[in-house]
């Protein structure tokens, strides 16, 4: 059965001249309900291979799964019509410059309030790396892990309080995570961890689960679903109910790879003293959008509410509208801060609403599979009060990429306690834009590549592309392009500056 017939039948609705007969909607409702049934079988018979002890939990996480299958085979046609969407008004969006910041005898009981949850579900692989993407070392010898647990650190010493620190592993990453955690016994952070689901990805071609067990001979055929997750894993873990009972408030939530993701002291009281009827549940940080942002999420208003608008949601004819920097002016940065009251009313009386995001894949073997998936912003409109904030670029320092990697590697940024801060000899705050080739893009490959990390202060654009290497102190400005066509190879000396130049053909030194 092609997967899509089940959509493809509605989709018919759209053609013009067509009318649905009785008999078009009981067929589609017949060959969902067959999936779906089908579909539960097969989970019930996966369970009984699950771990001893693990079929409660297993249960929780399908009956998960089982809800977004039905949404996926449900919902049909496109999950935005444009016509209904409508840009926010200016004062939509509250400028972080007009928070008050916190008297110092404020900020303790402000931060009782407060819990960090860190999505630490990723792997390293996309930049060569096995094992977690927050095991990956940033500066000074110090993961994403490391810096995360100083910034906490030093928080919860400067103020006295006992903020923790939370991971959201998945099922790739918590043994490796867990290992790594040992290091950290002495110090003084309270680190909690729990996992994400664990579902099966799904057969394209029969709509049947791909994995035959949760023994290790399976293992390709499971999949972390998004960090959309959080809510119900946080829920369904006991952490939820732990920290209301500890007289927490809000969570804060941001990618482990986002260097610029600090607690922020004006955001939290902002929350923490808006008045009870006017205190948001749900604060997603947003921040202006550059050429290079132009795929980011933004908000909207749709239908009355606030609402993230994604890429993949916007249909073909409008893309160029939405990467506008001229009219989607924000994206999100994926730093929300949350009530966790409301996440539990949310939870409990499944009010919880996010698009589904259809992910597909070809597995090793050439079996082409799709995953469902949810975006942990994309609840924005299951909560009251619902608001951005614009706050500076600084806050939104992601590391996907080696590019990103040698940017806060660099002199462009100073460490203290586990946080980058801009350099202030850099006479301009934004970050250079830089592509590095694919020849860089394993972390190995692209230390072997630099003797010495450049001088970018005074960098605004950097591509390489082509085999390339750089010497010590070599120094970087404007606007710097090298490309080493193939076959050829390009050195740049040690000490060399190059600004607004481009270099390519072959420039090799030789040693003699």
């Not at 103020?159 to 955690?181: A, H, R, W, Y």
């Not at 590019?403 to 350099?423: C, F, H, K, P, Q």
């Not at 080493?484 to 420039?507: F, R, T, W």
């Amino acid at each position: 059965m092609d997967p899509f017939a089940v959509r493809s039948i509605t989709q018919a609705n759209f053609v013009r001249g067509h009318k649905r007969t009785p008999s078009d909607a009981e067929f589609r409702d017949a060959m969902r309900k067959d999936a779906q049934s089908a579909m539960n079988k097969e989970l019930n018979k996966l369970l009984t291979t699950a771990p001893p002890g693990w079929q409660e939990q297993g249960r929780k996480e399908f009956d998960g799964f089982e809800n977004l299958f039905g949404r996926f085979l449900r919902e049909t046609g496109p999950s935005v019509e444009w016509e209904k969407l409508k840009l926010l008004p200016p004062e939509a969006i509250k400028k972080y410059n007009e928070l008050s910041s916190p008297s110092p005898q404020d900020t303790k009981n402000l931060l009782n309030n407060l819990v960090v949850i860190k999505l630490n579900g990723g792997l390293g692989t996309s930049m060569g790396c096995t094992g977690p993407k927050s095991a990956i070392q940033v500066r000074n010898e110090l993961t994403f892990l490391d810096m995360n647990v100083q910034q906490i650190e030093h928080l919860n010493k400067t103020f006295g309080v006992d903020v923790p620190l939370v991971l959201m592993n998945s099922f790739n990453t918590d043994e490796d995570t867990q290992k790594i955690l040992r290091k950290y016994s002495q110090i003084k952070v309270s680190i909690v961890t729990f996992n994400q689901s664990r579902y099966p990805r799904i057969n394209r071609d029969t709509l049947m689960p791909v994995p035959r067990s949760f023994g290790e001979d399976s293992i390709e055929g499971w999949y972390p679903p998004g960090h959309g997750d959080v809510y119900n894993s946080l829920y369904n873990s006991g952490l939820l109910e732990k920290f209301i009972k500890d007289g927490k408030k809000f969570i804060f939530i941001s990618n482990i790879d986002n260097m610029g993701a600090t607690v922020d002291l004006n955001i939290l009281n902002f929350l923490v003293n808006s008045p009870q009827s006017e205190a948001p549940e749900f604060v997603m940080e947003v921040t202006d959008k550059t050429r290079a942002d132009v795929k980011g999420g933004t908000l909207i208003e749709y239908e009355g509410k606030l609402r993230l608008l994604e890429y993949a949601q916007v249909p073909s004819d409008h893309v160029d509208e939405f990467k506008s920097v001229s009219k989607f002016k924000i994206f999100n940065t994926n730093n929300l801060w949350i009530s966790l009251d409301a996440i539990k009313r949310n939870v409990e009386e499944e009010t919880l609403h996010m698009e589904i995001i259809v992910n597909p894949k070809t597995l090793d073997n050439g079996m082409n599979v799709i995953q469902l998936e949810t975006a942990v912003g994309a609840a924005i409109k299951s909560f009251d009060r619902a608001v951005g904030i614009n706050v500076p670029r600084s806050r939104f320092l992601p590391v996907k990429t080696t590019s990103d990697l040698l940017i806060v590697m660099s002199n462009l940024y100073a460490m203290r306690t586990g946080s980058l801060e801009m350099s202030p000899k850099r006479s301009f705050p934004s970050v250079p834009l830089v592509k590095l080739g694919h020849q860089f893009s394993k972390v190995k490959d692209f230390l072997n590549r630099f003797a010495s990390i450049p001088d970018l202060l005074e960098l605004d654009h950097l591509t390489v592309a082509g085999d390339v290497n750089f010497g010590k102190n070599v120094s970087l400005r404007g606007t710097v392009i090298i490309i080493a066509n193939h076959g050829e190879k390009i050195d740049i000396p040690m000490g060399s500056i190059l600004e607004n130049k481009i270099v390519s053909g072959n420039l090799r030194i030789l040693d003699h």
